[in-house]
């Protein structure tokens, strides 16, 4: 981590035995041990451990908050090539394409090389599942390549002309909502996944049909005002404008019902496998021939124009609320995950740690794993 870096989501690991025992215990029976490090290892910004002393909290470090001056480090990158960063998650129910999307786009914008792209295709085929190649690019796990489903968020980045997309393609599969959850709440926008084949939109729509209801109320409720609406598998219905036409009427008549401005939800008829409308304008000449697009021709281009992330506080003293925490040694060891709604952190910041760990008072040490120390002191 660069010295001038504000990551927007901190994972730190905290030496507790029994505080965050619980964690363990309410996780979903489904769920298996692979599911622990996706999310925090792929968005650590910090990774560390803790140690405790009795000593007290230095005066320095009780400065009010009215009293507070940011550093130069914590403002925000002012170069004319600088990228603002979008955390976008990819949410819809299971199987209408998802993965499947954010692998071919990455793909497309060079994040995975035509190697490796290779490999995935291979593997998939070499257990019957062919059309699967660029979804496993996102399910690199053993189990959920098996299943054939999401179970946890995947992380991967790319670059628009305008920002620098942290991509978090969530699990569709109600089991694993609580997962879902954990990318959502780290979300400044979202795409919602829809299959546009006949009888699959039906399913999802109806009430206690699918997910994409508490997908999108989810997002929604977690401050994600802003919408993509990607109705995927138009080469299923051979691209008729018809079809779109009544999904974006059902579903945008629920989106409202969730408080969705009909300014802040954008449509994109799509084809993730065919490779229509992500990063350029239709092949397709029956798709070509009624579409021209909203605010630009391809997914990319309405990321660029239609999303935007919200005013980033840097300034502001440190505010992470903890969202989740994950065990991740036998010795005790947590990660703890958390969004930085105010402020900044960097390698040698001093913060106020507001937890019952240890006890009230204690400062604490944290010693990445670049060898750098951070030290931490606690105070309710």
Avoid at 7 to 22: E, G, I, R, T, Y
Avoid at 111 to 120: C, N
Wanted: aromatic fraction near 6%; hydrophobic fraction near 35%.
């Amino acid at each position: 981590m660069s010295s001038s870096a504000k990551p927007s989501s901190v994972s730190a690991p905290l030496n507790s035995k029994d505080k965050f025992q619980h964690v363990e215990e309410n996780n979903h029976a489904s769920v298996s041990e692979t599911q622990t490090h996706s999310l925090s290892s792929e968005m650590t910004s910090l990774t560390m451990s803790v140690k405790s002393d009795n000593s007290k909290i230095p005066d320095k470090a009780k400065v009010p908050r009215s009293h507070f001056k940011p550093e130069n480090w914590m403002l925000p990158d002012q170069t004319k090539d600088s990228l603002t960063q979008l955390n976008l998650a990819i949410v819809g129910h299971v199987d209408s394409g998802k993965s499947t999307l954010s692998g071919r786009l990455l793909h497309l914008l060079g994040q995975i090389s035509q190697k490796q792209m290779h490999k995935y295709e291979k593997e998939a085929k070499a257990q019957g599942k062919g059309s699967f190649a660029y979804a496993w690019a996102m399910d690199e796990s053993a189990e959920e390549r098996e299943r054939g489903v999401t179970m946890t968020v995947a992380v991967a980045y790319f670059n628009s002309n305008k920002y620098h997309v942290v991509v978090l393609d969530s699990p569709g599969h109600r089991d694993f909502v609580p997962n879902l959850i954990s990318g959502a709440t780290q979300a400044d926008a979202a795409i919602l996944v829809i299959d546009a084949s006949i009888g699959a939109f039906e399913a999802v729509i109806e009430i206690g049909g699918g997910q994409t209801r508490e997908h999108a109320q989810l997002i929604r409720s977690f401050g994600a005002d802003l919408l993509i609406v990607c109705v995927n598998k138009m080469d299923a219905v051979q691209y008729s404008k018809e079809r779109f036409d009544a999904i974006k009427l059902q579903l945008g008549t629920f989106l409202q019902s969730c408080n969705y401005r009909d300014s802040s939800v954008l449509w994109v008829p799509l084809s993730a496998m065919e490779n229509q409308i992500l990063v350029g304008p239709a092949t397709d000449s029956w798709l070509l021939s009624w579409w021209q697009g909203y605010k630009g021709p391809s997914l990319l281009e309405a990321i660029d124009h239609a999303l935007q992330p919200p005013a980033r506080e840097y300034s502001k003293p440190l505010l992470m609320p903890i969202c989740d925490v994950l065990k991740l040694t036998s010795q005790g060891q947590v990660s703890v995950c958390g969004k930085l709604d105010a402020g900044a952190l960097r390698n040698g910041s001093k913060v106020l740690y507001g937890c019952e760990i240890p006890s009230l008072g204690t400062p604490l040490e944290y010693s990445s794993h670049q060898g750098q120390i951070i030290e931490k002191t606690h105070n309710s």
